[in-house]
C-alpha cells in the first residue's frame, strides 16, 4: 500500500515540476520580446495624419479640370503622373519629418508609384525606412478610360478592367 502513495506523490511533484517550467519559458519570452507601448503613441497620430491628408487630396478640387476628367487633386495627379504637385501639396499636410513612399494597388497587384522627393525609378529611389512605418489608405474610383499609355499605371494594370485603386502612403519619422 505504500508504494501505490509513492507513485501519487511522485507524479504531483512532475505536474508541478512541469506547470513551473511552462510558467518560467513564457515569462522569459514574455521578457524578451520587444516593447511597443511607445511607437503606437506615434503611429496612431502620424496614421490619421496620413489618412487626414489623403482624404482631403482626393476631396480637394483642381481648379480647371478637362471636359471629362476628374476633378479630384489626387485622381488627377496619379492619371497624369504629376509627382511634383502631388508631393508640394502632400508636404502642406504631412509633418516634414516624415518620409514616405507612395504605392498604388488595385488588390491584387502593389505598385511602387513615388517617393516623398517625388522620383518614381523604384530599382533606386524606394526610400528605405526606419521603425515604426505607418501605412494610410484611400480608397479612389479611377475610369480604366483615364489609364491611357501616357500614364505610369498602365504597364502594371492593363488588364485591369475594375476603377477601384487603394492608394497606400507609407510613412516613418526621420
Known amino acids: 500500500m505504500r508504494k501505490n502513495n509513492d507513485n501519487g506523490q511522485m507524479m504531483v511533484l512532475e505536474t508541478i515540476f512541469f506547470a513551473s517550467s511552462i510558467i518560467l519559458s513564457i515569462v522569459f519570452l514574455y521578457q524578451l520580446s520587444p516593447s511597443s507601448v511607445v511607437s503606437n503613441i506615434y503611429t496612431t497620430d502620424l496614421k490619421s495624419i496620413g489618412d487626414d491628408a489623403l482624404h482631403n487630396m482626393y476631396n480637394d478640387e483642381i481648379v480647371s479640370p478637362q471636359l471629362g476628367y476628374p476633378s479630384s487633386k489626387l485622381v488627377h495627379y496619379i492619371i497624369n503622373n ?18 514616405y513612399n507612395i504605392y498604388i494597388s488595385n488588390g491584387l497587384q502593389n505598385v511602387f508609384w513615388c517617393n516623398s522627393f517625388g522620383e518614381n525609378d523604384e530599382d533606386v529611389d524606394i526610400l528605405i525606412h526606419s521603425d515604426p512605418v505607418v501605412i494610410a489608405h484611400c480608397l479612389v474610383p479611377i475610369d480604366p478610360a483615364f489609364i491611357t499609355d501616357s500614364c505610369d499605371l498602365h504597364d502594371h494594370f492593363e488588364n485591369y478592367e475594375d476603377c477601384m ?10
Do not use: A
Open 165 to 174: 485603386y487603394e492608394i497606400r502612403l507609407q510613412m516613418w519619422y526621420i
Open 82 to 99: 504629376e509627382y511634383g504637385s502631388f508631393v508640394s501639396d502632400i508636404r502642406n499636410l504631412i509633418p516634414s519629418s516624415v518620409l
